[in-house]
């Protein structure tokens, strides 16, 4: 196997997270819900987003591998007991030259129209 195919089964959706990725799938949060409804089959810019990827030992919301852009969703959690490992988690993401997109639950609610402009953006690069 060559260095990079190496690296991809070691970094990118790790065979060994595969059942923990299909559950959150299943059982993805209202607001992850409900703008995945709004970005799966290339309906931002003809881009293509993934739900529940696997980085290295982090599972994102959404990913783009053609754009390297992810989109997380924070709930509640991520302002209280999540917040230094959510820091650790996006400084090794951005290391790997990948960009991400926050959004708060809040903002998927009552802001929608904002959120998708935003990724829009980011997309049309």
């Known amino acids: 196997m060559g260095s990079f195919s190496k690296q991809m089964t070691e970094v990118f959706n790790k065979s060994l997270q595969t059942a923990k990725r299909q559950y959150l799938r299943k059982h993805m949060p209202p607001a992850e819900l409900k703008l995945w409804q709004h970005i799966k089959a290339r309906q931002i810019n003809g881009?293509?987003?993934r739900r529940?990827?696997?980085i290295?030992?982090?599972i994102?919301?959404?990913?783009s591998p053609e754009l390297k852009l992810i989109?997380?969703?924070d709930g509640d959690s991520h302002f209280q007991e999540n917040r230094s490992y959510d820091k650790k988690r996006q400084q090794y993401?951005?290391?790997l030259g990948?960009?991400?997109l926050r959004f708060t639950n809040h903002e998927v609610y009552y802001a929608l129209e904002q959120v998708l402009n935003t990724i829009k953006q980011q997309t049309s690069k």
Do not use: A, C, P, T
């Open 47 to 49: 881009r293509r987003f």
């Open 93 to 95: 993401i951005e290391s």
């Open 98 to 100: 990948l960009k991400v």
């Open 52 to 54: 529940q990827y696997g």
């Open 71 to 73: 989109i997380e969703i």
């Open 56 to 58: 290295r030992n982090y």
């Open 60 to 63: 994102v919301d959404f990913y």
